[in-house]
């Protein structure tokens, strides 16, 4: 996720499509490519081309209901001046990728998406392209796009970004120790539960997202949720309180 899920820095992906020597501005350009919307606050821009035929329609229709019911629990869950800072994370739906998963991504930098043909407009943005398979995604990751919204949080708002020392010695005091070397992992939708090394040990950013999804909501890997963590990871614990503004 932040394009991490399957790579621990940013996504993959082809071309949206973009004319960068049309004589429109990006801002009209915009407009007839997506449409837009406010759900509990945040702004969410629909590729068009998903309304493109009744399946797709209905599809996107049931990502948006279960977006918003994540987007809920979030507004529940943390802190209110979190919450005002998640919500200025813009939130984009497009088709899927050739050759690439789908998924949900946080874009940090315009050159990656501009290197990969997407369009930079998403940048510091949250893309989710798994709209076909949105709903078995909430089953096998129940916070995934709080997920997403820590890696912009971590990024844009933490002091030094995704170099943030707290979370880098914190982090790295987990790797060292062996805590997630072998844990269970949730896969849902029906599937037998089996144990590996933990997502969050790919890279400080996967560190905070997945502990940040066990603080406020459900992980798919253990410690998956706040009383587990506690237990688990104090250190972790601790910090995503202050990080996150719960303790102050």
């Known amino acids: 996720m932040m394009g991490f899920r399957n790579s621990t820095v940013l996504a993959l992906g082809l071309a949206v499509g973009l004319s960068f020597a049309s004589p429109v501005s990006s801002a009209e350009d915009a407009a007839i490519r997506r449409q837009s919307r406010e759900i509990l ?6 590729d068009r081309r998903l309304t493109a035929d009744t399946a797709d329609t209905e599809r996107l229709s049931r990502a948006i209901e279960l977006l918003t019911s994540q987007l809920a629990k979030i507004e529940q869950d943390l802190p209110p001046k979190a919450v005002a800072k998640l919500r200025q994370v813009p939130l984009y739906f497009s088709p899927e990728y050739p050759q690439v998963s789908p998924k949900a991504e946080y874009h940090p930098g315009a050159g990656w998406l501009r290197d990969h043909g997407r369009d930079p407009v998403m940048v510091e943005a949250v893309e989710f392209t798994n709209v076909r398979i949105f709903e078995e995604e909430c089953s096998r990751m129940p916070s995934f796009v709080l997920h997403e919204l820590a890696h912009a949080y971590h990024h844009r708002f933490l002091p030094g970004g995704f170099e943030n020392p707290q979370i880098r010695a914190a982090y790295e005091r987990a790797r060292d120790s062996g805590l997630y070397a ?67």
Do not use: C
């Open 182 to 248: 072998r844990v269970e992992r949730w896969l849902g939708n029906g599937k037998p539960n089996r144990f590996e090394q933990a997502y969050a040990m790919t890279s400080p950013m996967e560190y905070f997202a997945e502990t940040t999804e066990a603080y406020f909501g459900r992980n798919d890997f253990y410690p998956f949720d706040s009383a587990e963590l506690q237990r688990h990871d104090p250190d972790a614990y601790e910090l995503l309180g202050e990080l996150w503004g719960v303790t102050e």
């Open 41 to 46: 606050g945040w702004q969410v821009h629909i």
